[in-house]
């Protein structure tokens, strides 16, 4: 009787995670997908930069990631998963592959910005157009050929003696064993990077205030900042919160259900695009329109 009891009690559980798990992701892939949309719209008219193109490339990863919801909402809303073992890595890789993309432009642009005011620079030459360009090529070679290889190679796997319920999926906490030290050093970096870019972005947008309190609203330089403030918020948000329950889960892997709802939590960033939106996207929307 104690075991039907126990048996009811986590299949209610997991019913709770599953319902609270497709709301997150309904509201990820809605959202989402509009705020792309609408940034979409509005790089149409801006021109092409190194920073720009750092923003194109976010979008095209928050893009393929936005794909592969509609078949976790299958799975949490079905509760079967009928699509094969590598899609199931597949897709359980890239909520991953698009989280640390996500934080590596997110860092990509912050130091672009931050670096003129620190190393006293009006631009950093190595990121020219040209080299941005390069760069989002090799990069995207590397996450289109090389990591799907990766994935179905070697994420997820068990041991040889054990075998996958077919029927399940994103349940590879089993395989953790084996990629510990690489999980510790990857959450403890995310954590520190997002707490020292927040810290030197704050730092440049109270100096900008105190140069100018009454005019600083005004400036450019100081709205970029802000919205490189909103990155760095996104990321303490969005990443520092599931990488700190990660560094405690590594150890503790029958957390399974709290870690998917602290991952599905991260991809939260796909509203980023929103920081960009202000009276410029109405005005360039009526614009469109007008044509």
Known sequence: MFNTLLGCRLGTTFTQYR???????????????????LMMHIL??????????????LIFAHFIFLLTVPFRLYYYGTNEWNLGLNWCKMVSGM?????????????IILITRLWPHYCR????????RMQALIGSVVM????????????????????????YNTTRCFDFAESMS???????????????????????QANV??????KDRQGCTSQQDFGAQLKSLCFTLIMLVCFVPYHIFRLYYIEHTYLQNINEVFLSLTTFNC???????????????????GV
């Open 121 to 128: 620079m009006r631009q950093m030459d190595s990121l020219g």
């Open 95 to 107: 909520i991953h592959i698009h989280m640390y993309m996500s934080f590596l432009l997110y860092m």
């Open 44 to 57: 149409k008219s801006s021109a092409a930069s190194a920073t720009s193109i750092t923003v194109f490339n």
């Open 271 to 289: 509203l980023d695009m929103l920081t960009f939106l202000g009276r410029r996207t109405f005005h360039i929307c009526l614009r469109g329109r």
């Open 19 to 37: 319902i609270t798990l497709l709301v997150i992701y309904s509201v990820v892939l809605v959202c989402g997908s509009i705020s792309l949309s």
């Open 178 to 200: 084996s990629t510990k030290e690489l999980n510790y050093i990857l959450s403890t970096l995310v954590i520190v990077v997002a707490i020292v870019l927040t810290a030197l």
């Open 140 to 163: 995207w070679v590397v996450v289109l050929v090389l990591i799907p290889c990766i994935i179905f190679s070697f994420y997820g796997n068990k041991d040889k003696d054990k075998t």
């Open 205 to 210: 947008l109270y100096v900008l205030y105190n």
